[in-house]
């Protein structure tokens, strides 16, 4: 009798433990998966002038036109706005930006692009932008892509210690912002 007991606790804690790690489900990877890019982006790298979080939607036959509407405020990426961490205080662009996180937007429009650095956090897309929050907004220049680039993306181009240029990157357009350590 003991036997049977001995066997019946032991395989209901069996199911139960079974049953426990079969009710986690984890979600599939999103879409849009999210990235960081960071200068200098050497990770093992403590001392950081700045670091960008955000999604990387890819185009997938889309225009880049139809997913970042010229002359509208684009989240930059998808999901959440991308939040972008000076961790001094910086030029971005031709403006000068205290340490601190913020939201970014841009506002494509052919040649120039406006970037826009707002004090807004953990916003959904560009839906609830409001334009009150800007911190600033600066004229970024546009370029061709050498290649296509299918999935959006941020990275940092610099070798000197305290003066990169911030990136972004999607379909054929490249979109170019100085950023140096005051």
């Known amino acids: 009798m003991k ?3 001995l066997f019946v606790c032991i395989l209901g804690a069996t199911l139960f433990i079974n049953f426990d790690a079969q009710a986690q489900k984890f ?3 999103d879409v849009s998966p999210m990235d960081a890019a960071a200068y200098p982006s050497n990770w093992r790298n403590a001392d950081k002038m700045v670091k960008v979080i955000y999604s990387r939607p890819q185009l997938k036959g889309r225009s880049l036109d139809k997913l970042a509407p010229e002359g ?3 989240r930059t990426g998808a999901n959440e706005a991308p939040e972008i ?6 030029t971005f662009g031709d403006e000068e930006v205290s340490a601190g996180t913020y939201s970014l937007f841009t506002i494509p429009n052919g040649e120039n692009w406006t970037v826009i650095l707002s004090n807004q956090k953990n916003i ?3 839906y609830f932008y409001n334009q009150e929050e800007d ?3 600066i004229t970024a220049n546009v370029s ?3 290649e296509p680039i299918e999935a959006f993306s941020i990275m940092f ?5 305290d003066n990169t240029t911030m990136l972004l990157g999607w379909g054929n357009t490249v979109i170019s912002v100085p950023v140096s350590k005051k």
């Open 27 to 29: 979600p599939k990877m």
């Open 85 to 90: 961490t000076f961790y001094s205080d910086v």
């Open 72 to 74: 509208k405020v684009w």
């Open 135 to 137: 911190v600033v907004r």
């Open 144 to 146: 061709t892509a050498e």
């Open 157 to 161: 181009d610099g070798e000197e210690e």
């Open 124 to 126: 959904w897309g560009s």
């Open 3 to 5: 036997k049977i007991f």
